[in-house]
């Protein structure tokens, strides 16, 4: 199993270009969300997904879109990128209605800049 | 709203020593509590949560609902220690709430020899 697989893993941007960060994971895990990390501020949630065809915002959604067309796949998409968006995006999942088991399998991360 | 706080940026302890992570939470409802760890070069990883009342790598945490703290303690610290740990809190698993963790701002721990 390879987990959860994110790509790439750094982008630079200029701001107003547009790019998918890509994340899929092969543990047939329902539920995906995409995390941003910045210093001082943990992580925190931008969008999730319980399941094919749903999706939801989280903490900081704006100036992303998402949507999960299969189970493996969950692209992050920036419409236009800004500066604010720099950071270090994490993609993670785990399996949703499990009665002792709430923990979720993290990708390694994409360092973006924004420019 | 939940909010969880993590008052220490950095935490530098010599190997041997005892080391404590403090973390606090504000929430209105029953909360379940995660201590997630990044160490360097490696993917953030669940080390333990509240519900289990387990030990982890020799690390132990207690909700304390009176005072709503879930602090992170070992006795003994060890190089290998060293990492970024993360509380987390998300609200009791429901259809609409599952896995919505709400993370810490981070503590940097530094064990050194």
């Known amino acids: 199993n390879a987990g959860v697989t994110q790509t790439p893993k750094f982008q630079v941007l200029k701001t107003g270009q547009s790019m998918t960060l890509q994340c899929a994971q092969d543990m047939n895990h329902e539920y995906m969300s995409w995390y941003r990390q910045d210093p001082g501020m943990g992580l925190r949630l931008i969008h999730y997904s319980v399941g094919a065809g749903i999706t939801d915002q989280g903490e900081v959604p704006n100036g992303y879109n998402v949507s999960r067309s299969t189970t493996e796949d969950f692209p992050l998409r920036l419409l236009s990128a800004a500066p604010s968006q720099t950071s270090v995006y994490f993609c993670?999942?785990?399996?949703?209605?499990?009665?002792?088991?709430?923990?979720?399998?993290f990708g390694s991360g994409t360092q973006l800049s924004v420019l | 709203a939940q909010r969880v706080t993590q008052p220490e940026k950095l935490l530098s302890v010599f190997k041997g020593a005892p080391v404590e992570l403090k973390c606090n939470y504000s929430?209105?409802?029953?909360?379940?509590l995660f201590w997630y760890v990044q160490y360097s070069r490696q993917r953030l990883q669940l080390l333990l949560r509240?519900?289990s009342r387990e030990s982890i790598k020799g690390f132990t945490a207690d909700l304390n609902k009176g005072e709503t703290s879930f602090h992170l303690k070992k006795p003994f610290a060890q190089e290998e220690d060293s990492a970024m740990y993360y509380c987390a809190l998300s609200e009791k698993m429901t259809t609409d709430s599952w896995g919505k963790l709400q993370f810490g701002a981070g503590t940097q721990v530094v064990v050194t020899p």
């Open positions: 929430y209105s409802g029953s909360p379940e």
């Open positions: 993670a999942s785990s399996y949703v209605f499990t009665a002792t088991n709430e923990k979720l399998f």
């Open positions: 509240h519900i």
